[in-house]
């Protein structure tokens, strides 16, 4: 992206210095020093638990700091609060949004700053305007809860400009969006750039921070470790910033495509329909081998998915057929589908993936139970519950201050290797795995492509749903590409290419 050469470009809008927050004596950021300017993109990247959040959330009043200073335009601000944030015009975009789902979108964009006697049709006239000179395709009366999350981001966005931001900040806003809404969010962020607007954008997917900012900002352990253009950046260099030492290649030099030798299939789906997603779903899946499956989000790939685990149903007449070691299979419940050895690993771990208020251990021991020999134990052993969670903590990595810490207290990568234990405890020959590494940082993604690789070299049969394309083409033994309900391509890894890739999922 081209720097702006304008002298407004070249202003702090917002200075911090010396940020730093303590919990109980230990520091969640340390001095930190950060600037964005008008008119720049700032992207602010590190692993988890790295510090951004609590940065971005004291910019945006959310957090008190313990000792440091925040400038807005010069002016030394103290915000208490995120509505004292708000009257500066500093905006915080969250990932999991903060709009009221039974409310209008023009009451959500209005909220706040409501005149006393406010009439429906002039907030609903006020909004459309508002977003149609945004190109926002969003009704304003239209219940927020019924809007997809691209558009519950539109009308956050909308909300901020109507707050006349002057900072807007977003956490990590592609996290559940399609590759084709992303580029209208990048299209958004930069004409919010041409219009002035200080813009802070944080994200673990580090092309985008690459590609959309002007600057970058590392932080590691609570501490900045290097802002700079992001012209001065590779991916490789930000990785190496980022957990201060070489992680293995993501590279994965897939040979099972060519050794694999003629046989039955472990699993075989074939012309499957299942409601108004899933129209005849066609393709197998070996043993031993990666099979990425890429696609726009509703083209199919996660219902398949729920249909093969027995969460979704398929069509009662004329819905196809599932074979498992040439077998027909037809599941009611999951847990038909784990007994058969069966598991899968939702796109969701929040809300359908672990149980937030039980710890790590108990997470995990409940994956165990689901099986044929946790339903048959007599009684809740605690000493058996440690025992199968330390294991399976051990092999997924997951660290954490200790087990017995709530699920929801811990980074989004040890959040999902908890998920992930799960569903492996459950010792499945068939994983599969929706979106696994969705809201990661860029350690925990390592870790866990080398964990599915080594349950490919295991024997297992692996299947892994992802929107992000690097994920598909780096770890796949073979990719296909779904749209529209149905599988409309097939590549060899070494003859994939993003480009090749969404083409099939476009057109």
């Avoid at 008119?39 to 910019?59: M, Q, R």
């Avoid at 060519?258 to 070996?286: C, D, E, W, Y």
């Avoid at 165990?368 to 009684?379: D, F, I, Q």
Wanted: proline share 3%; aromatic share 6%.
């Amino acid at each position: 992206m081209n720097n702006l050469t304008s002298s407004a470009n070249q202003l702090s809008r917002l200075q911090v210095t010396g940020a730093t927050k303590l919990y109980g004596g230990t520091p969640a950021i340390q001095g930190v020093d950060f600037t964005v300017r008008a008119g720049e993109v700032h992207a602010i990247v590190g692993e988890n638990g790295a510090g951004k959040s609590t940065l971005t959330k004291a910019i945006a009043g959310a957090v008190q700091l313990t000792s440091g200073e925040i400038r807005l335009d010069g002016e030394v601000c103290r915000f208490k609060s995120p509505a004292d944030a708000l009257r500066r015009g500093i905006v915080m975009v969250y990932q999991e949004d903060s709009l009221v789902p039974t409310m209008t979108v023009a009451q959500n964009v209005h909220l706040g700053r409501e005149k006393f006697l406010s009439r429906l049709r002039a907030l609903n006239i006020s909004a459309q305007q508002l977003l149609q000179s945004m190109n926002f395709n969003v009704e304003p009366n239209d219940v927020v809860a019924t809007l997809g999350t691209a558009k519950r981001q539109m009308v956050e966005i909308a909300r901020a400009v109507y707050y006349q931001a002057q900072v807007i900040i977003f956490d990590e806003p592609t996290a559940s969006l399609t590759p084709e809404e992303m580029q209208h969010l990048f299209l958004l962020i930069e004409d919010l750039r041409r219009r002035g607007l200080a813009i802070v954008f944080i994200s673990h997917a580090l092309e985008e921070a690459l590609t959309l900012a002007d600057r970058i900002t590392v932080l590691r352990d609570a501490k900045k470790v290097i802002t700079a253009p992001a012209s001065e950046f590779d991916r490789d260099k930000l990785v190496h910033y980022m957990v201060g030492r070489q992680l293995t290649s993501d590279r994965h030099e897939s040979d099972t495509y060519r050794k694999r030798s003629p046989g039955q299939p472990l699993l075989r789906v074939q012309n499957v329909i299942a409601g108004t997603m899933v129209k005849n779903m066609s393709f197998s899946v070996f043993a031993g081998e990666v099979l990425g499956i890429a696609g726009l989000v509703g083209s199919g790939r996660t219902e398949v998915a729920q249909v093969i685990a027995g969460i979704r149903k398929r069509n009662f007449l004329q819905g196809g057929a599932i074979y498992l070691d040439g077998r027909p299979v037809r599941y009611r419940v999951p847990a038909q589908a784990i007994q058969d050895g069966i598991a899968y690993v939702t796109e969701d771990r929040k809300v359908a993936g672990f149980f937030e208020t039980m710890n790590v251990d108990e997470n995990i021991y409940l994956g165990w139970l689901s099986t044929p020999a946790g339903r048959r134990r007599l009684g809740y052993s605690t000493r058996h519950r440690d025992e199968v969670s330390a294991e399976w903590v051990k092999k997924t990595r997951i660290t954490a201050i200790n087990r017995h810490s709530k699920v929801i207290e811990l980074s989004g990568g040890n959040q999902q290797k908890v998920v992930v234990a799960k569903s492996l405890v459950q010792e499945p020959r068939l994983i599969i795995l929706d979106e696994p590494t969705r809201g990661v940082d860029v350690g925990s993604i390592a870790e866990i492509h080398q964990l599915i690789r080594g349950l490919a070299r295991d024997g297992k049969a692996v299947v892994v749903i992802s929107s992000y394309l690097p994920e598909i083409l780096n770890i796949s033994d073979r990719i296909l590409v779904a749209r529209g309900g149905q599988i409309v391509a097939e590549f060899k890894p070494e003859d994939a290419t993003q480009e090749k890739i969404m083409y099939a999922a476009v057109h």
